[in-house]
């Protein structure tokens, strides 16, 4: 069964910093990219960050360039988002996902709270 779990999330104050895993199982993710989606309180659910898993090429929204990183090990089949001056502006759910280079098929993670107070 493919499946996506992150974890990470929790309570930060501004500045500070969070570290989210997503952990992959289930198949190979060679030919995906994997992105970070998050969901703020009365919001729509927003792009955050994708890495191309076989090139590592990253991209990222604006919002979050020069704050966020994302990264992914390739022997624990795990990305990581390093996030970094965190703001309250960044308080959200946030989602992993999977989407194929070539192909319509997306998964989803659960999702995990990152909460960033003032």
């Known amino acids: 069964q493919v499946q996506l779990v992150e974890s990470g999330g929790g309570l930060v104050q501004a500045g500070g910093s969070l570290r989210l895993s997503c952990a992959t199982s289930?198949?190979?993710?060679?030919?995906?990219?994997m992105g970070w989606f998050r969901q703020a309180p009365g919001k729509e659910r927003e792009f955050v960050a994708a890495?191309?898993?076989?090139?590592?090429?990253?991209n990222y929204a604006d919002s979050v360039k020069g704050r966020f990183t994302m990264s992914r090990d390739n022997a624990k089949n795990t990305v990581y988002l390093q996030m970094n001056s965190l703001k309250p502006e960044d308080t959200a759910v946030y989602y992993c996902?999977?989407?194929?280079?070539?192909?319509?098929?997306?998964?989803w993670g659960q999702g995990t709270q990152v909460t960033v107070s003032s």
């Open positions: 289930g198949r190979t993710f060679n030919n995906y990219h």
């Open positions: 996902n999977a989407r194929p280079v070539i192909g319509t098929l997306h998964y």
């Open positions: 890495i191309t898993w076989s090139s590592g090429i990253t």
